[in-house]
């Protein structure tokens, strides 16, 4: 609507300075002249709107002219106040923060749309975190924020998954993401592009260096392409199960990342189903179900949850004995 994209250039032109007509036409999606004709608007409403021309040209509003309209819709004040992965800004802290700017943005709201806005922030919540994710470790995203705002490079002491030995790495930080939960740092290392999962960075320390980002590339640019990395990645060994349908549910939250072709329902009391794993020890998981899921095949996949459920049955009939299996002496 015309009205929204003459709000738009005034508040752009409010924040920015000076802007070129074309990036406004390209901001907006319109064409220069329909920006010409939206200056021409805004100056007959009564804006000090002016255009200048040149190299080093254009859009400008007169020094010194605010205005404090917020433009917001309806639904936009709804949207500001729906609290979306709320963790996320304890983590940052910015708790205190939040609720300050959200008091301020209401207050600046206009009177019709504020009773809706507070309807908004007491009937909607947002919960990024996984259902039976266990309990996370305490992160500590002090260092890496101040990596991340002052554009320094990283010293990382990291420990990877599985692994006990602690590695040193110097990184360029793009910026973290939270994804369901987990923070992540995304960092460049030798000019490619690596995730650090924050609670398994063991120190952290800000560099005097400035960071070293590759020209054009921005957080988002970073995140997605090991975002595709990750789920994209490969499968290397391709199992089919079949579950008992009174597991079916569960079966399908707890591997939802490893499901590769929905069960296949034949109205029987099993159903089944197609998952891939990296390795074969990975299949480990299904064992949580005990016998409510069966691995059909491949042959290896079979034996390695038979030896592991073996092991755990020895595990348990060792009652009485010690480690070596010699009978325990009555005290």
């Not at 922030?121 to 002090?142: E, F, H, K």
């Not at 650090?196 to 957080?219: I, Y």
């Not at 290397?236 to 579950?243: F, L, P, S, T």
Request: net charge positive; aromatic share 6%.
């Amino acid at each position: 609507m015309k009205s929204d994209r003459l709000l738009s250039i005034l508040l752009l032109l409010q924040t920015r300075g000076r802007v070129p007509a074309p990036e406004l036409a390209d901001r907006l999606d319109v064409s220069v002249r329909t920006i010409h004709r939206d200056i021409e608007a805004l100056s007959a409403a009564g804006v000090p709107v002016y255009a200048e021309r040149g190299r080093h040209g254009g859009i400008e509003l007169l020094a010194g002219f605010r205005t404090d309209v917020t433009g917001l819709t309806a639904d936009e004040s709804r949207a500001l106040f729906v609290l979306a992965a709320q963790g996320a800004h304890a983590a940052l802290g910015l708790d205190a923060a939040l609720g300050s700017a959200l008091r301020k943005v209401m207050a600046a709201l206009p009177a019709p749309h504020r009773p809706a806005a507070d309807v908004a922030s007491r009937r909607i919540l947002v919960d990024a975190t996984r259902w039976q994710g266990g309990p996370q470790a305490a992160v500590d995203l002090g260092v890496l924020q101040d990596a991340v705002f002052s554009d320094r490079r990283l010293r990382l002491r990291y420990r990877h998954s599985g692994e006990q030995e602690i590695r040193t790495y110097t990184v360029d930080p793009y910026g973290l993401v939270a994804k369901a939960g987990v923070w992540y740092l995304v960092a460049d290392r030798r000019a490619k592009p690596r995730l650090f999962r924050a609670d398994r960075v063991r120190s952290a320390a800000v560099l005097a260096d400035a960071v070293r980002r590759r020209p054009g590339v921005e957080l988002a640019d970073a995140w997605e392409v090991l975002r595709r990395q990750v789920e994209e990645r490969p499968g290397g060994i391709d199992v089919v199960v079949r579950v008992r349908r009174d597991r079916l549910d569960l079966f399908r939250r707890m591997t939802a990342g490893r499901l590769t072709e929905s069960p296949e329902d034949d109205g029987g009391d099993w159903v089944t189903a197609r998952l891939s794993y990296g390795v074969v020890a990975e299949a480990r998981q299904l064992l949580a179900f005990s016998d409510r899921v069966e691995v059909l095949s491949p042959p290896e996949v079979r034996e390695e949850l038979a030896r592991a459920a073996a092991s755990v049955t020895d595990l348990y009939q060792r009652v009485g004995r010690d480690p070596e299996g010699n009978p325990r002496s009555e005290a």
